[in-house]
């Protein structure tokens, strides 16, 4: 059974950091895409960014382009989201999603399998 597992939320002031981790287990990552989308009050989802199966293949929408870097270790089978330089506008609900693709898009209905989700504060 395929489970991805968020963890690493928090509180953090505007301009502090903090890293994000997807746990997948049932499967490798070896030929799926993790994406990373957000949720903040009041407002639908929204794609973050993403990594595809093909090495070095990532994404970033353009408001954490530069700020955010999306990475994965074969290893332990995690994906991680770096968030730095962080806004009180990148607060909301972190979800990590599996989707099989090769070159990973930020189209929530191509991807299978999601988490549960993190709580991400950025407030001062």
């Known amino acids: 059974q395929v489970q991805l597992v968020e963890s690493g939320g928090g509180l953090v002031q505007p301009g502090g950091s903090l890293r994000l981790a997807c746990k997948v287990s049932?499967?490798?990552?070896?030929?799926?895409?993790i994406g990373w989308f957000r949720q903040a009050p009041g407002k639908e989802r929204e794609g973050v960014s993403c990594t595809g199966s093909n090495v070095g293949n990532t994404y970033y929408e353009d408001p954490v382009k530069d700020r955010f870097i999306i990475s994965r270790d074969k290893a332990s089978n995690t994906v991680y989201l770096q968030m730095n330089s962080l806004k009180p506008e990148d607060t909301g609900v972190y979800y990590c999603?599996?989707?099989?693709?090769?070159?990973?898009?930020?189209?929530?209905?191509?991807?299978?399998?999601w988490g549960q989700g993190t709580q991400v504060t950025v407030s001062s």
């Open positions: 049932g499967y490798t990552l070896d030929y799926y895409a």
């Open positions: 999603a599996a989707g099989y693709q090769a070159m990973c898009v930020m189209r929530q209905k191509d991807y299978d399998y």
